[in-house]
């Protein structure tokens, strides 16, 4: 499964064959062996999906958690764990930007199984965080849509991001618009 979405995130689902994912996976070349474990390349790009779901649930219920910190400094978290889950899925984030438009019900998949489920978390955690939000479900997608973009073009320019403003620097700017100063305050406890 690894080497599977290692290969379909560098080189593409169709660019990837059968062959080469049983040689990264250390299976002899061309022999079928992938197929007693799958029955098919889209099979395993199925299960390939569905595990990246389930370990997004992880952050998911992180943003539930309360914690003691700043409004500032739980945006910050959040922002930073949603980057580095990105990257931690890397595979599959180029993969669902380059191929699943081919799979329209696997497209369908990742935005019910992942998408959608970080953005009614994100929308609660805004919900919670800034009460007087005018619309935190539309903040919530402004949000994802920045860190997705920062971090899409980052990895698109091999790890830097074209202009050249880092992470934290990123973040930080980030933080400063969504969390006002004047609401930037430990929770209650």
Not at 159 to 165: A, L, S
Request: glycine share 6%.
């Amino acid at each position: 499964m690894t080497a599977a979405m290692d290969l379909f995130g560098r080189q593409g689902y169709h660019a990837t064959t059968i062959a080469q994912i049983e040689a990264a996976a250390g299976l002899s070349a061309g022999a079928g062996g992938l197929y007693r474990h799958f029955k098919s390349k889209r099979a395993l790009l199925e299960e390939g999906l569905a595990r990246q779901a389930a370990a997004g649930r992880v952050l998911v219920d992180d943003l539930a958690i309360a914690s003691p910190l700043s409004r500032r400094e739980r945006f910050l978290a959040v922002a930073r764990a949603g980057l580095a889950r990105l990257e931690q899925e890397r595979d599959v984030n180029r993969l669902l930007l380059r191929d699943l438009a081919a799979f329209p019900d696997l497209l369908d998949f990742v935005r019910e199984n992942e998408l959608r489920r970080v953005h009614v978390a994100v929308t609660a955690f805004l919900s919670r965080e800034l009460p007087d939000a005018e619309d935190p479900e539309a903040l919530a997608a402004v949000v994802m849509a920045a860190v997705s973009h920062y971090w899409i073009m980052a990895d698109v320019f091999g790890g830097t991001h074209p202009h050249e403003v880092d992470t934290e620097r990123f973040l930080r700017a980030l933080v400063r618009l969504v969390v006002p100063e004047e609401q930037d305050v430990p929770t209650k406890t």
